[in-house]
């Protein structure tokens, strides 16, 4: 069992925080990739932005990784690895965004399980492969958690 070490909890929000912050990143990369793979013009202006807002936030999200790695030794290793933490709050924002991501990734993944294969389905993706359909539901489940997380500490913020 992991020793549990008292961490301030304004110390968890901020890991929390940057762990939203990574979320968003990481969508904006996945989406702009389905994005980028759905126009197939390399020469328009949007194809550049979209591949300016993939390297981005694909910077962005390496530079906020190596930053929590700084709350690796005040976390305990249960909180750093599962997202639950000591104060009630952060833990309630913590297993709400894992609440609804789960939910948006497992009805996503029902509808393309049950109609990936239909016709009108088919129809309905024409411009993506079931590939990149997976990729938009993995960022839309990205952009959820961290929006979530964001919102929540957010209200936090006004109330006091």
């Known amino acids: 069992m992991a020793t549990s070490i008292l961490v301030p909890p304004e110390t968890e929000q901020e890991y929390l925080t940057i762990s939203g912050k990574v979320s968003l990143a990481l969508a904006l990369f996945v989406l702009s990739q389905v994005a980028l793979a759905a126009i ?47 104060d009630e709050y952060v833990d309630y924002v913590s297993s709400f965004s894992l609440r609804i991501t789960c939910h948006i990734l497992i009805f996503g993944t029902l509808i393309l399980a049950f109609w990936g294969d239909s016709r009108w389905f088919v129809e309905i993706i024409a411009p993506f492969e079931i590939t990149n359909a997976l990729q938009g539901l993995l960022g839309v489940a990205a952009a959820a958690h961290g929006t979530s997380i964001l919102w929540k500490l957010r209200e936090e913020e006004l109330d006091e």
């Open 40 to 86: 197939g013009n390399t020469g328009s202006v949007i194809y550049w932005a979209l591949e300016v807002a993939s390297l981005a936030s694909a910077i962005y999200c390496v530079v906020l990784g190596i930053k929590s790695t700084k709350f690796a030794k005040n976390i305990s290793r249960l909180g750093f690895w599962t997202l639950t933490f000591e």
